[in-house]
């Protein structure tokens, strides 16, 4: 994962009053999935909360893919995920 490739795209769409909203978006692809939140009185606001949600999505995203990478390496040895050593029969 590379965070650069993460960014948060302000929109100004919508009736009068609460009409800011922000979007987290990839740069390499699109995201399967829409993360956004609308109804925000100013862009400052806007930005303030996608920052956030981007910076909790982060950590929630790494948090994911060290999960991922024990699991493999779990998978692919055994013996290791289970706390014990290899013991030779000489």
């Not at 999935?33 to 956030?52: K, T």
Request: aromatic share 8%; proline share 4%.
């Amino acid at each position: 994962m590379q965070e650069a490739d993460y960014f948060i795209a302000i929109f100004d769409d919508g009736p009068r009053p609460h009409v800011w909203r922000w979007e987290i978006a990839r740069v390499s692809s699109p995201m399967g999935v829409r993360l956004s939140n609308c109804g925000y009185r100013s862009r400052m606001a806007a930005e303030f909360a996608g920052g956030r949600a981007l910076k909790e999505f982060l950590v929630a995203l790494a948090a994911e893919q060290i999960r991922d990478l024990r699991n493999q390496l779990r998978q692919a040895t055994p013996e290791m995920s289970l706390g014990h050593r290899a013991i030779s029969g000489s």
